[in-house]
């Protein structure tokens, strides 16, 4: 989704994916959703003590990595470079539990969706048992993990990204992943 520069003050995620054209990329990065889906079903069949300490996501909503990764692919569809959504969107507790897992990776003011470098059982877990700590007894709190900025930011961003030229935004993208590492 191509936002509109409103000045609104309303807090984002902006999101920028791999070339469009890039079809074993994405290949290999819905594969990867399946495969930690497969992991959280192994784990709460496992591991009770797993399955009960990430309740409180599943009392949210389900977990469901194959799905959530068509949905923010068909939100890059719409821009073919970036996607954003909001901060107090449905897709937060996904977006931050798939980032934890190392589907997204931070770089400066966005995220870049990456493929995972580890995705393992011990991966999956903790990733989850981070994203479900507690402050309090009724409620986890993924928002406090997330990177945001605000909505006119992300779209002079947009706008700078789906201009530039591929091939730079593509080395810019890597320069910026390499960095982080």
């Given at each position: 989704m191509m936002l509109e520069n409103d000045g609104s003050h309303k807090q984002v995620i902006l999101v920028e994916g791999a070339a469009w054209d890039d079809s074993e990329f994405y290949a290999r990065w819905l594969l990867a959703a399946s495969k930690a889906n497969d992991l959280l079903c192994e784990a709460k069949r496992d591991d009770p003590e797993f399955c009960e300490a990430i309740e409180i996501l599943e009392t949210m909503q389900e977990l469901n990595y194959e799905a959530q990764a068509m949905t923010f692919l068909c939100l890059l569809r719409d821009e073919f470079v970036t996607f954003v959504f909001d901060f107090d969107s449905e897709d937060l507790l996904d977006f931050m539990l798939m980032t934890e897992m190392g589907f997204f990776t931070i770089s400066g003011d966005r995220y870049q969706m990456t493929l995972p470098s580890?995705?393992?059982?011990?991966?999956?877990?903790?990733?989850?048992?981070?994203?479900?700590?507690?402050?309090?007894?009724?409620?986890?709190?993924?928002?406090?993990?997330?990177?945001?900025?605000?909505?006119?930011?992300?779209?002079?961003?947009?706008?700078?990204?789906?201009?530039?030229?591929?091939?730079q935004r593509l080395a810019d993208r890597e320069l910026l992943l390499f960095s982080n590492t």
């Open positions: 580890k995705l393992d059982m011990e991966t999956l877990k903790q990733s989850h048992l981070k994203v479900a700590e507690r402050d309090d007894e009724d409620w986890c709190y993924p928002e406090r993990y997330v990177a945001t900025i605000p909505c006119a930011e992300a779209a002079k961003y947009q706008l700078l990204l789906r201009e530039m030229c591929p091939k």
